[in-house]
């Protein structure tokens, strides 16, 4: 008697989820979980509201069309205070709360310092804007991914373009952490390759609010431009002063991404004319870009800036990776997303199963003043076939 209510019981309860449809089922499955680490205070911090912007709009966006395979796509964010240390603590945190596929830092330190631990954590990364080759050189993981063109990306872009930079001589002045260095010592390798002079480099620490030696140190050595690489509210303080001091307009400035929205409301008038590297614009034209400029607009009723585009860039390719795994297990994730093409706001791009580079095109733009006020436009767009080769350093 008893076997045979045990047998009816389970009778009914494969009735009922026959009955109950497919789709209902799937909404069942555990959500996605992503940990959104980005700067809310410290020098990244206007960078950091636009990463996280960026990056909400596309988990919004997905979850307004039923979610991934059915689940939800939850987040939980955490300020790395513009740090590394800060960034490897939430990051940490995050992942132990089960929050363990983990994006949204700036600084390639802090990128860095989250990627040494992704095993220990259970974790998979997405560097949507740390663009240091170790990255994706000497310290590559398995589980991490880099969404946004890299250093070496960069100055292969440049190369070509510094074909036709005017002027015999160039100073250089960037951060001094590892992206400001590697892109101080690229671009100087660039210039002297063509038989230019690069006779005064100068590195400024983090958090640097007077410029004046260095820009007295610039004016002093007589170049005829200035290659920059100072990231965020340093960035802005260096340029204002830039002109204070009257570097500008006599001496002309070149960015390596410097020419962010932010940046660009934050100084007025004085990057008209500023040449640099972009990321991402937001007339690139694709059907999914056109799709996202159109719903960034009808939501906060300008255009997306190119750090949002970039970090909603890499938003997506972290959901695209769990919905091709059917998970959001961050080792299949990881598996699944290595060597695909996937449909990005560039078009169609290839992860590289080498490194995990995700293949985008990259630009070299210019600000202008538009009805007012600045904004950045793509002049020169360069093909993922100008992408150098992955570093033999890395080792999966």
Known sequence: MLKLKKLQALLATAALAAAIPATALAQMKDPVKVGLVSSKSGVWAEMGEETIRGIRFAIDEVNAKGGIEGSKVEVAEGDDESTPDGGRRVAEKLARDGFNLIIGPIGSATSLSIMQNLDRWDAAYFATLSKSDKITGDTCKSRAFRTVQSDAMDMAMINAWAKNLKGNTFGVIGADY??????????????????????????APLGTKDYSPYISQLKAAGVDAVWAAIPGRDGIAFMKQAAEFSLTPKTALLGHAMLSDFMLRATGKVQDGMAGTLGYASDIDTPRNKAFVAGFKAKFNRLPT?????????????????????SGKPAEVSKALRGATIESVFGPIQVRAADHQVMVPNFMGRAKVVDGGMRSFAEHTYAPATIPAASPLCKM
Do not use: C
């Open 306 to 326: 190119e750090t949002e585009g970039l970090a909603y860039h890499g938003a997506t390719v972290l959901l695209e990776g769990a919905r091709l795994a059917k």
């Open 178 to 203: 590892a992206w400001g260095r590697e892109s101080s010592e690229s671009f100087r390798k660039a210039a002297e390759a063509l038989g230019k002079k690069v006779p005064v480099m100068l590195f």
